[in-house]
């Protein structure tokens, strides 16, 4: 599976941002489809997740209530809305796919495909 980020700029606090996944290679039939973030000097952070069928998601906390993921199997996308964007938003996004991810590892790094990142700036 190649997956391929792509969506992110520039943008003012407070803005939004949609962010694209497109996964090539193999359909994405069964696999959990996640963002995951990484800004200067800190670890990779779980953002958000989502299962095959789309009924199950997944958010990291800081950016619950703003963020929403979403899937269109039909195109192998997936997506991430971001809105009310804040400068601590600021990083570079990652996608990450797997299949046979149980719940407990939804929010860990061990993922086997990821794409290359996009990044979001965030001005305050």
């Known amino acids: 599976v190649q997956l391929q980020a792509c969506g992110g700029g520039l943008v003012q606090a407070g803005g939004s941002l949609r962010l694209s996944c497109d996964a090539s290679?193999?359909?994405?039939?069964?696999?959990?489809m996640a963002w995951f973030r990484q800004a200067p000097g800190k670890e990779r952070e779980f953002v958000a997740a989502?299962?095959?069928?789309?009924?199950?998601?997944y958010y990291g906390d800081s950016v619950k209530g703003r963020f929403t993921i979403s899937r269109d199997n039909a195109k192998n996308t997936v997506y991430l809305q971001m809105n009310s964007l804040k400068s601590d938003d600021t990083a570079v996004y990652y996608c990450?796919?797997?299949?046979?991810?149980?719940?407990?590892?939804?929010?860990?790094?061990?993922?086997?495909?990821w794409g290359r990142g996009t990044l979001v700036t965030v001005s305050s």
């Open positions: 990450a796919a797997d299949r046979g991810v149980i719940s407990s590892d939804v929010y860990n790094r061990k993922y086997s495909y």
């Open positions: 290679g193999r359909t994405l039939n069964g696999y959990t």
């Open positions: 989502i299962r095959w069928s789309g009924r199950t998601t």
